[in-house]
């Protein structure tokens, strides 16, 4: 991968950084049986004798969930392989019914991508070791006297995303992981959830002299489920380590967690301590097999992933680089934004208003997203601003208008007396009147802070409730102001 | 006053109660009077559902009465393993693991009852079939004789103080004590063949992936598959006929052809190669069984079957192979017995770890226990090469052996165990001497091809019976009925009657 500029941050010291992001995959219902997935709903409700692990039951794959993996796969640049195995992961723990969890091991779904990352050390491409599929587990709650046990999400379909260690700072993780989740819900595969856990990031990290070969001692950080926290974790744990190494110490690799509200990380378990998970072929579950075809057919419908898309809203829309990215932090507002496009607005006047206005009011919930209108409303409105029918103020005022209803822009506007005012005269006569209201800023203007003038027109806009034209609104005010110090 | 003999025959129970010359609650009721009177001495059952089952026929007699075409099995009486899934009704396994204790009588006390019907029970109870009880059998299907059982000792009608195989000698009992006619087992290694030879009654081993495992409570997953246990073959026949077949909940079903398998017993064996293994006729087969194993071969011989020397040259390393892989599979099909959902939980726990440890430690038996710890070490990291892999490519080669001797054969005939039935209590305090007990049984296991056992006559020297084995590629269980049916209609002492069935 592209060799990373090494930053003074950490001294002499480069961090070697690596992420497993584990996302769920939106499927109707569970990876290896037919239970709803859903959340929020009383313990226990979404279970049957499958994914309560009872004797006798078998799993049965979930057709859906392999597809929307391999479109993830296929989207993060991997190779998905024809047959890949499911493996069992045994150790013992309440939320883990079966006693193993089914995962994949040394045969996995898919191998081999990269991702483009951007961040404090510039453009670069990482590697993707690898995608596999598993089953979530299910949730222990713990009380006083009891520990309860609700398996609702036990069997939870998750694609595992094993990135490579190629990250070199703590920025850089903050955008491979926002990238990755922003690549699966584009696809819609994955809600982008963090809060309540539908991606989820364990971070490896070690510290090492630049260039050399070798990577240091590993930690490895359990859940951290921020942006934010991703950022300060791996700091922290960077100059923890630094800290250690130079005062002599040696430290075992480790599993560590994060706690966001202390900011600091503590240790769960060593290396030695940590299970033999005895992984072995689930003979439950035939090798999945993959037909070429099934393959192509996901690789043609994959969408247009976030980076292509803000790249062609700059290159072929002529957006700026922000707009682009505020346009793509959301697949519905991007779809939204096409879609107003559609109409016949402007990709510059439909981004400002999207940007100014809609983004406010949007209301997102994973992947759902409601618009205060429809894409043919703010399409209407903007129209009516392009032909001059109502100014930029009228617009952001009809927009509170017809916003949450299925109000037309056009004939409300209409209703609301909002035109744009041309009448010369009565403008002239506003203008006059305000100029003299206000001497001692026509005052300074005429002394050369012209920049007053904007002040003038916001009068001139308040005066006309936001009707006036703005071009001519200028003019005249420009000429009145100048004309005063022609007649003195 | 003894009951009335059962009827043998699944096919002629079935055939009389649709055409209404027989009632189902007659048979039943005499199925359940046999029960009564043997089962304490044969220990072939662990739960009896008298008034489920009376219940049941009754219903079946009244929709006959209404002029209702009956299912196939209407009103044969049968017995499920333990190990099979009936919802509400007491699922055990055989272990006390899944019982809150064990009373004076060796019964579970609140056993678990599931929620779920296994796909086979399901099958048979839509062809009209009345389930009679729950039969024994070794804890979770591990054993060659029954003595695991948690519950209770179950004895061969044959000879009370001998064992009825294992480790579906519940079903076993059942059939050769005339207490049903016919029963499901489960086989791994064995289980259901082995008992049948020991029992003299028909045990199919069906390929992998003809029957349905759900519901059916995991042994080892590669190996098991669910037969059936009778007193002849077009019963057997009869009854794979309904079990068999895809179920969209195992996934490891397949969607081959159904064959016509009770049409298939009546084809004879005219033109059809068989191979004899020189490798099970070696050191430590019995002569009296060896003698009738023999005889039954010529007997396809002069029904124009040809007879041919074929070679199994890795069938020495079936055993030690099939006790990594069965043992290694099992170890994590048994972890979800934890105390946390179902069954037995151990009280007065302080941590998480103590309740694993005293619910499995009291709730397992010490053959479970043997086999959880053996898989457990050859899946251990820095083992699982040695064994769990090198134990899956030997496993290749014997299914290659097969796949090599079938380019020239149609069947395999072998002896089903190397004796006949042994005493109880002989082999309890030597487990490998157990093991090996399965030696002929194994191979087919792991190549996961058909296989059945046929009674061939009583032993000279024992009076015990007899099992032929007569192993058919994968999914060609027609042929393998073709010559059963031969081996059953040439074989000596078939009117002979357990002893326990006598009185
Ligand atoms: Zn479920």
Redesign the interface.
Known sequence: MTQAVITSRYGDWEPVIGLEIHAQLGTQTKLFCACETSFGDPPNVHTCPVCLGLPGALPVLNRQAVKMAIAASLALGCKVHEKSIFARKNYFYPDLPKGYQISQFDQPLATGGTLDIEADLGARTVGITRVHMEEDAGKNIHGDQHSRVDLNRAGTPLVEIVGEPDLRSPAEARDYMRRVRDVLIFLGVNDGNLEQGSFRCDANVSVRKPGASNFGTRVEMKNINSFRFVEEALDGEIHRQIRLIERGEVFKQQTRGYNADKKHSYLLREKENEDDYRYFPDPDLPPLVIETRLITEQRESLPELPADKQRRYTKELGLSDYAAGVLTAHPATARFFEATVATGATAERASNFIGAEILRDLKTDGLDAQFPVSPEQLGALLALVEAGTISGKQAKKLYGDVAGTDRDPASRAKELGMEVMRDEGALEKLVGEIVSKNAKQAEQYRAGKTKLLGFFVGQLMKATRGSADPELANALLRAALEQDTKDR | MSPKLLPRSVVEIAASVRGGEVSAESITQASLDAVAARDGQLGGFLSVAADLALQRARDIDLRRERGETLGPLAGVPIALKDA??TKDQP?T?GSRI?AQGIDQQGRAIDP?R???D?TVVARLRAADAVFIGKSNLDEFAMGSSNENSAFRLARNPWNLDRTPGGSSGGSAVAVAGRMTAGALGSDTGGSVRQPAALTGTVGVKPSYGRVS??????F???FDQVGPITHDVASSAAMLQIIAGAD?????TTHHRVGAYREACSRGVAGMRIGVPAEYFADGLDDEVAAQVRRAIAALEENGASISNIELPHTRHAVATYYILAT??C??N?????G???GHRAHGSQT?REV?ETTRGGGFGPEVKRRIMLG?YV???GY?DAY?RRAQQVRTLIRRDFEHAFQSVDLIATPVSPTVAFPLGSKLDDPLAMYLADVYTLPASLAGIAAISVPCGLGSASGLPVGLQIIAPSFAEEQMFQAAQVVEDTAPDREVIPQACQS
């Not at chain 2, 495992?213 to 995991?218: F, M, N, S, V």
């Open positions: 099979l899934c699922t396994s899944l678990w599931p929620p779920y296994a495992r759900y519901g059916l409570i995991a080892a997953s590669s969209p909940a195992d996934g490891t290694a599979e170890s994590s048994l972890s979800r017995f934890d946390v959902r179902f998480l694993y457990t899946l251990s990291a699982y769990y």
